[in-house]
């Protein structure tokens, strides 16, 4: 069973810094995308930050310059740095894969549960 587990969210500071971590569990299959998305509150959920196996990272406008995706595929790790952050950062962060399990030919699309980023004085 493919398990995402987030962790560094809190409260933080306007113009600080934040480093999230995502774990991955389970048989995660073949990876095509690892991605963070967030939901503030009253919002659909977006797309912060996306890294797409042999093809490379985009980012939303809105964090563009100020977040960085990376991935540790031996520690089946995924983490979001972002810096300066803004009020409008705040929302619940979440972890995002998608991956082909090789046996079933089926593609997957899993979530963690989210963690919470409040930026604010």
């Known amino acids: 069973q493919v398990q995402l587990v987030e962790s560094g969210g809190g409260l933080m500071q306007p113009g600080g810094s934040l480093r999230l971590s995502c774990a991955v569990s389970g048989n995660i299959g073949i990876v095509n995308v690892m991605a963070w998305y967030r939901q503030a509150a009253g919002n659909q959920r977006e797309l912060v930050a996306a890294?797409?196996?042999?093809?490379?990272?985009k980012y939303a406008d809105s964090v563009k310059g100020r977040a960085t995706i990376s991935r540790d595929s031996a520690k089946n790790m995924l983490y979001l740095q972002m810096n300066t952050l803004k009020p409008e950062d705040t929302a619940v962060y979440y972890c995002?894969?998608?991956?082909?399990?090789?046996?079933?030919?089926?593609?997957?699309?899993?979530w963690g549960q989210g963690t919470q980023v409040t930026v604010s004085s």
């Open positions: 890294d797409t196996t042999g093809v490379g990272t």
């Open positions: 995002n894969v998608k991956s082909l399990d090789i046996r079933t030919q089926q593609w997957g699309d899993y």
